[in-house]
Structure formats: C-alpha cells, structure tokens
C-alpha cells in the first residue's frame, strides 16, 4: 500500500533517475580525471588521462543532450515544496543544467584549438568547435577550469539540500531520485 507522503511526491520516472545517476557517474569520473590528469600546456598530447577526459566529457555532452530532451518532453512529478523552495530549486536546477552543458562545451572549444579530435565513445568524431590555434578556443579553455569549480560549488549545494531534505526535513525529495 502506498503511503499518503508518496502519493504526494510521486517519484521521478525510470528515464529521469536512470540519466540522472548516468551524468553523476560521468560526472565524477570527469572530475576525478581532470584532478589527477596533467596539466595541459602548448605542446601537450591528447593522450592517456587527457584523451579519458575527452572522451568522458563527449559522453556527457550526449547525455545531458538526452537528458535535456527528455526534460522538456517529459513533466517532473508534482512535489509538495513551498513557494519559495520550488523557486530555489527551479533556479538551482537551471544553473546545474547549464554548467553540465557550458563547461564540457568550453572543453571542446579547447580541444578543438589545440587541434584535438573529440570522439564520443572513442569512435564517433565530434565536428570542432573553434579552429585550430584560435584564440577564443584556448580562452574558452581557461573559463572552462574556472566553471568547473563552479559547477562543483553547484553540486556541493545540490547534494547538501537533497540530504537537508532528507535528515532534516524529513520528506521524500530524496527518494523521489533514487533508483
């Protein structure tokens, strides 16, 4: 039997939560790949951990492309937040969104000035977003490095409301997520 909380905050459907936890995979896989790789200077291959993270980052560009359509084909189950939650988590969510999409495509511009093939699952290559030696290819690749931390603040904050809402609240945005 389904509880009176449940029926009120519907959990998201199969779709949503399976590219939800696919992008946190990719996710944290790209910043764990971007901590430990080398630093990327003028005469560096796209080799070992720099060509993972290329190639994780295509995926996660493919993946927030799926998830992206999906969103806006798709209504999010009804919660039962306050107007002023609701709002917050609107915005919140909006800006998450638009780093996942912003940061990898600066990495690309990157790559793509430094005359680097993306490939999406190492066998698709990805058209290049700036010519190579372009200037605003490689500054794309320094705003790229300062947005990711920003996109890591985004997540800290979303991680830490989630588990606001769980242990201190008490209701079911959690769970609304989990597989």
Do not use: C
């Not at 039997?1 to 590219?19: K, S, T, W």
């Not at 696919?22 to 630093?39: E, H, K, S, T």
């Not at 030696?133 to 991680?159: E, K, N, P, Y």
Request: hydrophobic share 60%; glycine share 8%; no cysteine.
């Amino acid at each position: 039997m389904v509880d009176l909380q449940e029926r009120l905050d519907p959990a998201y459907d199969g779709v949503a939560r399976f590219l939800h936890w696919i992008v946190v995979f990719l996710i944290a896989a790209q910043f764990v790949i971007g901590w430990i790789m080398p630093d990327v200077h003028r005469d560096t291959k796209p080799v070992g951990l720099i060509a993972w993270h290329l190639g994780v980052g295509a995926a996660l560009i493919a993946a927030m492309a799926v998830r992206i359509v999906w969103r806006f084909t798709h209504r999010p189950p009804p919660g039962t937040l306050s107007p002023a939650m609701s709002m917050i988590s609107r915005i919140t969510h909006f800006l998450l969104y638009a780093a996942l999409v912003v940061v990898p495509l600066l990495g690309w511009a990157n790559a793509s000035s430094r005359g680097w093939a993306v490939r999406l699952l190492g066998v698709l290559n990805l058209p290049p977003l700036a010519p190579a030696g372009s200037t605003a290819g490689h500054t794309a690749g320094d705003i790229h490095g300062v947005l990711a931390w920003v996109l890591f603040a985004l997540i800290v904050m979303h991680v830490a409301a989630a588990l606001f809402h769980r242990f201190v609240l008490k209701d079911r945005v959690l769970q609304r997520m989990m597989p």
